[in-house]
């Protein structure tokens, strides 16, 4: 019997046509389209299932979008007989949400009410074209920090995404990265890489957002997770004693300790990795945090029916 965790995408997973298959397949997951539409204001399924791309790019949109079609996807494949809870779940940064809705502490439509607004509060936190983000290839997190450092005299600039071994991405203002990015390539960075992206996520600009954020979580129920859910900002399961609200406060201005959530799943006798929703991005992360680990995405019915005759195998 091998241990099961699933894993839920953060913003970049979104496509135009994402959850269309499976909404026009199941009535599970078109109820977990028309709750999360009823609570936003615009139109969920057509941004999801025709577009256009450039507003579903944008973080107050694509936030919502790819928390729906996840849990849409997660109940669809209950629906179609995955009976299994899983050992833990994670989720990337925004991915976090869904990890938490599947794990009972927070209701869809609220969740998917709460990311948009978390969405609209981390683009205001940095006026548009002031900051963003740049993947470093080829360094260790270690020496990526240390370069954040010496450039932050040219402005704030952090290690925000610890993704995987030689992955790491950096934010913060435009000044800041650019001279990071200068001396990375002094230091041996394969690539420096620029991300479509319009704010400085999860770099300590954030806080205003995080602050902000708080005001709009205390109007949402919440409740301990029924699965462990490992948290972005601690690499670690959620505590049962404390409020998970805190966690998410934190989680918009902290790093996202992605390599060493993965980590900490194998320790905890995981041996099996499923990412649900938009895209395969986590798998192939997993796959190089963890080379043994097996690693299988479900983001249409063909993925589900895989991990269906999975099931009693796990």
Known sequence: ????????????????????????HSAAAREVFDRAAAVLPFDLRELCFNGPEEKLKQTMYAQPAILTVSIALWRALQEAGWRKSPAALAGHSLGEYSALVVAGSLEPADAAAVVHQRGRLMQEAVPLGQGGMVAVLGLDAARVREICAAASAAGTVEAVNLNCPGQVVIAGTNAGLERAMVLARE?????????????????SLMRPAGEKLAGVLAGVRVKQPAIPV????????YPQEADPRDLLVRQVYSPVRWEESIAYLREQGVRIFVEIGPGRVLCGLVKKICPEAVAYNVEDRAGMEKILALEGEV
Request: one cysteine or more.
């Open 1 to 24: 019997m091998s241990r099961i965790a699933f894993l839920f995408p953060g913003q970049g997973a979104q496509y135009v046509g994402m959850g269309r298959d499976i909404y026009e």
């Open 187 to 203: 230091a041996g960075a394969r690539r420096c890489m620029p991300l479509a992206v319009s704010a400085p996520f999860h770099s």
């Open 230 to 237: 490992v948290s972005n900002v601690t690499a670690r399961y």
